[in-house]
T-cell receptor
Framework: GAVVSQHPSWVICKSGTSVKIECRSL??????MFWYRQFPKQSLMLMAT?????????EQGVEKDKFLINHASLTLSTLTVTSAHPEDSSFYIC????????????????FGPGTRLTVT | GQNIDQPTEMTATEGAIVQINCTYQ??????LFWYQQHAGEAPTFLSY????GLEEKGRFSSFLSRSKGYSYLLLKELQMKDSASYLC????????????FGTGTLLAVQP
């Protein structure tokens, strides 16, 4: 249990275009989903926290109008990078958290496999 | 402010034991996690400590001292496949429960 998928796994886009990344919890309901960004040889940086049905909470320094997050259901969150630029090229990782079940720990975040974004 | 420090890189020999340290200063604390991450992949969960003491899980053990703001991950009987980045992360308290990740330690296991 506790599988999280991301789509696409990698994407190349031109500067100025928008890219949508999906994060899905496949076998559990995710009350909260988190979006991270990771540059080469660096650690994960939290971008935003999203709760189903409410607006995302963005970390300091993250532009909410550029990184649009939607958490429309308990199994799906999307991150849209609008007007992408080469400096947005990065590894984007989502994670999902549930309230907990017999097999899924409430304290743990379950990570998706990541999406490699390259903006040319 | 939030500060979570780890050594940047470590090298160890196959079959040996290595200890990766993590010190933290955060505004809240509700548990400490260790993750393993291979290049280009998502982190995988290794351990979770919320109370002081040692948690052992096979070849991996993790220790926590909340009063000292200190944790370590101990890897025994090192294997080549253990070459990876090891990330320490502190979970803040409160409603968000968000994770603040440390800088990560790149471990190279040599024959």
């Amino acid at each position: 249990g506790a599988v999280v998928s991301q789509h696409p796994s990698w994407v190349i886009c031109k500067s100025g275009t928008s890219v949508k990344i999906e994060c899905r919890s496949l076998d559990f309901q995710a009350t909260t989903m988190f979006w991270y960004r990771q540059f080469p040889k660096q650690s994960l940086m939290l971008m935003a926290t999203s709760n189903e049905g409410s607006k995302a909470t963005y970390e300091q320094g993250v532009e909410k109008d550029k990184f649009l997050i939607n958490h429309a259901s308990l199994t799906l969150s999307t991150l849209t990078v609008t007007s992408a630029h080469p400096e947005d090229s990065s590894f984007y990782i989502c994670s999902a958290k549930s309230l907990g079940t017999a097999s899924i720990k409430a304290y743990e975040q379950y990570f998706g496999p990541g999406t490699r974004l390259t903006v040319t | 402010g939030q500060n979570i420090d780890q050594p940047t890189e470590m090298t160890a020999t196959e079959g040996a034991i290595v200890q990766i340290n993590c010190t933290y200063q955060t505004s809240g604390f509700n548990g400490l996690f260790w993750y393993q991450q291979h290049a280009g992949e998502a982190p995988t969960f290794l351990s979770y400590n919320v109370l002081d003491g040692l948690e052992e899980k096979g070849r991996f053990s993790s220790f926590l001292s909340r009063s000292k703001g200190y944790s370590y991950l101990l890897l025994k009987e090192l294997q080549m496949k253990d070459s990876a980045s090891y990330l320490c992360a502190v979970r803040e308290g409160g409603a968000t429960n968000k994770l603040i990740f440390g800088t990560g330690t790149l471990l190279a296991v040599q024959p």
